[in-house]
């Protein structure tokens, strides 16, 4: 792709990317008219007791709208709390953007700190590359192309069974059901309220500060306040990654010459070179450079 056309696509992207973060803000909202599928999901009949929850759901997600920025409001330009999405209640519905906005909030503020890190060079003493480290003075995405598979699957294997216990703890009620929280991640512990003995602490609450005796005012706050952290790291690592496509396009990080150029694929963490590592003797290719002669001229391309 060329720098033009990623400059006249980054900026389609961008507003995707805020429509689908369901941020709240203005009450306003233009009518749009549904397709014939949408209409017959709206309209499937539901229990009073059903549209007693969907109401409540609705009220309590414009009411933490207005805690996170009362001059802003609601705003859901998409109307995406009015879906009911794989013909669930529109309380599920919900309950799932909430759920998944704090998750992805979360994500973000992770792994803008990591950015922050890595790209100032800053590691642990014997995170060097005699010990099998990315080298330090590579970018953050850099390092990530070079670290050896085996250690990129350990990580997306550690996330996918968080991911996994998240969506079927026995002891927790589900986020999208009745009783469930949006945002809180279920103990470790089995169906009798036992603790998991390989695990020491929990996610939510690991100091074991008792959280439940705050008030629920006190914890609308707390939570607004992570919230509105998770959105603004969601902007700031996205500014990361667009300066280091097409440099010059934020203005600030181009200034300080924060953050450096990447010529990979970010939506592409494991690419095929991970693959032919995985299934090929390493140590075969450990010393060769791929601009060498012996190298040079064989096609790794898999398609």
């Known amino acids: 792709m060329s720098r033009v056309t990623m400059k006249r696509a ?18 306003t909202r233009a009518p749009t008219r549904a397709t014939a599928r949408e209409s017959s999901t709206l309209d499937t009949p539901t229990t009073p007791e059903q549209d007693a929850l969907d109401r409540n759901a609705r009220r309590d997600l414009e009411d933490f709208a207005i805690e996170c920025n009362p001059k802003i409001e609601y705003f859901d330009p998409l109307q995406l709390a009015d879906q009911k999405f794989w013909d669930r209640s529109n309380a599920e519905t919900i309950a799932f953007l909430r759920h998944a906005e704090m998750k992805h909030g979360r994500i973000a503020m992770l792994g803008f700190i990591g950015y922050v890190v ?16 990315p080298p330090f003075v590579l970018s953050p995405a850099d390092q990530w192309d070079v670290l050896d598979p085996l250690a990129k699957f350990q990580l997306f294997f550690f996330i ?16 999208m059901r009745q009783g469930g929280q949006p945002g809180k ?33 006190k914890k609308a706050v707390k939570l607004a306040k992570e919230v509105n952290n998770g959105r603004l790291a969601m902007l700031g690592l996205f500014s990361f990654f667009v300066e280091s496509k097409v440099p010059g396009a934020v203005p600030l990080l181009t200034l300080g010459g924060f953050v450096k150029p990447y010529e990979g694929q970010y939506m592409l963490p ?11 003797d390493e ?11 012996a190298v040079s001229g064989l096609d790794f391309t898999p398609w």
């Not at 494991?270 to 090929?280: A, K, M």
Request: aromatic content about 20%.
């Open 10 to 27: 980054l900026p389609l992207a961008l507003l995707g990317a805020s429509a689908i973060a369901f941020s709240p803000a203005c009450s």
């Open 185 to 217: 991640f279920p103990p470790f512990v089995d169906a009798s309220g036992k603790r998991l003995s390989w695990f020491l602490f929990d996610l939510w609450d690991p100091l074991g500060t008792n959280m439940e005796v705050i008030s629920k005012e």
């Open 118 to 133: 890595q790209a100032n060079e800053l590691h642990f003493p014997w995170a060097t590359e005699a010990n099998g480290f």
């Open 270 to 280: 494991f690419n095929y070179w991970d693959l032919i590592n995985f299934f090929f």
């Open 160 to 175: 996918g069974c968080l991911e996994i216990w998240s969506e079927a703890a026995p002891s927790f009620p589900h986020y």
């Open 283 to 293: 140590g075969r290719w450990e010393h060769a450079s791929l601009s060498s002669p």
